[in-house]
């Protein structure tokens, strides 16, 4: 029910920037918390960032990324950022978009949360 498009991975050196963009869309949902996650080879799926939904949204980062990495969101773009700087290698992982979503009346809302298709980001010593 909601589609997340992700796109801005690549190849940088150690010490580069890169940003990721998240862009969801679906019909007659409210998406709440959006937050980006990571996977190396050979390891788990762990949280980098996230931000939850409205003006005073939660914003919580990794520690491994904390000051290096700014997550943001852009509302009437539906639009989830990470603004990821100062890179280092064991930043190379392919990274995952995930949107929590809320529908139906509010006596019996659902909800459910989607995955975008990864972007490989690679950072090289």
């Known amino acids: 029910q909601v589609q997340l498009v992700e796109s801005g991975g690549g190849l940088v050196q150690a010490g580069g920037s890169l940003r990721l963009s998240c862009a969801a869309s679906g019909r007659r949902v409210s998406i709440d918390t959006m937050g980006w996650y990571r996977q190396a080879p050979g390891k788990q799926r762990e949280l980098v960032a996230s931000?939850?939904?409205?003006?005073?949204?939660?914003?919580n980062y990794a520690d491994s990324v904390k000051g290096r990495f700014t997550i943001s969101r852009d509302y009437a773009k539906n639009t989830v950022y990470l603004q990821m700087n100062s890179l280092k290698p064991e930043d190379t992982a392919v990274y995952y978009c995930?949107?929590?979503?809320?529908?139906?009346?509010?006596?019996?809302?659902?909800?459910?949360?989607?995955w975008g298709q990864g972007t490989q980001v690679t950072v090289s010593p």
């Open positions: 931000i939850s939904s409205g003006s005073g949204g939660t914003i």
């Open positions: 995930n949107a929590a979503f809320s529908w139906g009346p509010v006596e019996r809302v659902q909800t459910s949360d989607s």
